[in-house]
């Protein structure tokens, strides 16, 4: 090996290294709440009135009479895995990425969830017992489009 791609070989694992230093400082690695309780997390949904923009795919709730709402549909089929962490993030950061299927002008204005923010109000047992609550509505199918996928 000559100098010159001595050289290029640091270059490259400086700029791989600054990289992943980058990402590890806000990195999720290693987060985990502790399991929440799905009885409670209804109760929960039910109180927050989260119900007054959400249908549950699959579940019957009261609806809020006389309140206008964007209706957008938790649970259901989904073509990538919902995951906690997603789930998580989609309640206590809900602009961070908007749910799908939706106009934008609907869910969101600005870029912003329409979402009320319950941060200051929410206490973290009532987040994870949500979560556990409404996880198990999601159900995972395999995308319509099968054109890169290899028999077998
Ligand atoms: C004022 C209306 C409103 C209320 C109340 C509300 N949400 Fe939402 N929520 C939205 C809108 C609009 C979206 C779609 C935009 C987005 O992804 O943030 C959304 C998205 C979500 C998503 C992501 C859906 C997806 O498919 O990506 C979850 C999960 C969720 N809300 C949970 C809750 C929970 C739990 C509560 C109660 C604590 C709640 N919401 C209360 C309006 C609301």
């Not at 290294?17 to 309780?37: A, I, N, V, W």
């Amino acid at each position: 090996m000559n100098a010159r791609s001595v050289l290029a070989l640091l270059l490259v694992s400086l700029i791989a290294l600054g990289g992943c230093g980058g990402e590890t400082m806000m990195s999720e690695k290693g987060f985990r709440l502790p399991d929440g309780d799905a009885e409670a997390g209804r109760e929960a949904f039910l109180y927050m009135q989260c119900n007054q923009c959400h249908t549950i795919k699959g579940e019957q709730l009261p609806g809020i009479p006389g309140l206008a709402s964007p209706y957008v549909e938790l649970g259901g089929s989904v073509t990538q895995v919902r995951t906690y962490g997603q789930l998580i993030t989609s309640i206590i950061n809900p602009s961070h990425k908007l749910a799908t299927g939706y106009a934008k002008e609907v869910v969101s204005e600005d870029g912003e969830s329409g979402m009320y923010i319950y941060n200051e109000y929410m206490t973290i047992q009532e987040l994870v017992d949500l979560v556990m609550y409404l996880q198990p509505y999601y159900k995972v199918v395999a995308p319509d489009f099968q054109y890169r996928m290899y028999p077998g």
